[in-house]
């Protein structure tokens, strides 16, 4: 079946500084990923939208220079947290979807991110 | 409103007994429905996928789903601790690509 790597799991970092998060398909190519926030106890967020060679569409209120997104091939998409602050400390979760049309996601393990 | 409502919970039920799940929907444009189960901090995995009315049986997990009345259900049978997770509801319509709607998903806890 269809795998999506995380990683990392959870990484801890200190306030101002960057942290970069990948999300890989493992056995079959993901025109289409998708990446979350989950905050305790409460439902996925959707962040955004990330498109194999081109730019990842944002939902309403995420920032971009923020949350900088790149999917540079078919089987990687990456989440960068610039300047984080301790607010930004939350759960991120990738998905990734199939071919065009497919209406299935699988999704990755997630990341915790703590932000200190 | 939301587009898709989904009780929290906690739903709270002894070893053996069917968990009923729902949810119910505004837009009559979602045609595909998913439930996902998610474990503490782990990513969600599907469950169950359909797209049309009626009744899908897998194992001990029945999905269900009414159009007409905007409402889906999840049932599981003979409940086990290792099922205590959040379930969430996942909605599509057609022309959306990948994009799913998301409830806010029911923690479901299975007492031995």
């Known amino acids: 079946g269809a795998v999506v790597s995380q990683h990392p799991s959870w990484v801890i970092c200190k306030s101002g500084t960057s942290v970069k998060i990948e999300c890989r398909s493992l056995?079959?190519?993901?025109?289409?990923m998708f990446w979350y926030r989950q905050f305790p106890k409460q439902s996925l967020m959707l962040m955004a939208t990330?498109?194999?060679?081109?730019?990842?569409?944002?939902e309403q209120g995420v920032e971009k220079d923020k949350f900088l997104i790149n999917h540079a091939s078919l089987t990687l998409s990456t989440l960068t947290v610039t300047s984080a602050h301790p607010e930004d400390s939350s759960f991120y979760i990738c998905?990734?979807?199939?071919?065009?049309?497919?209406?299935?996601?699988?999704f990755g393990a997630g990341s915790r991110l703590t932000v200190l | 409103q939301k587009e898709v409502e989904q009780d929290p919970g906690p739903l709270s039920v002894p070893e053996g007994a069917i968990v009923s799940l729902n949810c119910t929907y505004s837009?009559?444009?979602?045609?595909?429905f998913m439930w996902y189960r998610q474990y503490s901090r782990k990513g969600p995995e599907l469950l169950m996928y359909?797209?049309?009315?009626g009744n899908k049986e897998d194992g001990r997990f029945t999905a269900q789903v009414d159009k007409s009345s905007k409402y889906i259900s999840l049932f599981i049978r003979d409940s086990q601790p290792s099922d205590s997770a959040t379930y969430l509801c996942?909605?599509?319509?057609?022309?959306?690509?990948?994009?799913?709607?998301f409830g806010g998903g029911t923690r479901v806890l299975v007492k031995p």
């Open positions: 998905s990734a979807g199939g071919r065009a049309g497919a209406n299935v996601l699988t």
């Open positions: 056995d079959f190519q993901a025109t289409t």
């Open positions: 990330s498109n194999e060679g081109s730019k990842a569409t944002y």
């Open positions: 837009n009559s444009a979602f045609q595909y």
């Open positions: 359909t797209y049309s009315s």
């Open positions: 996942a909605l599509k319509p057609p022309a959306a690509g990948n994009k799913l709607t």
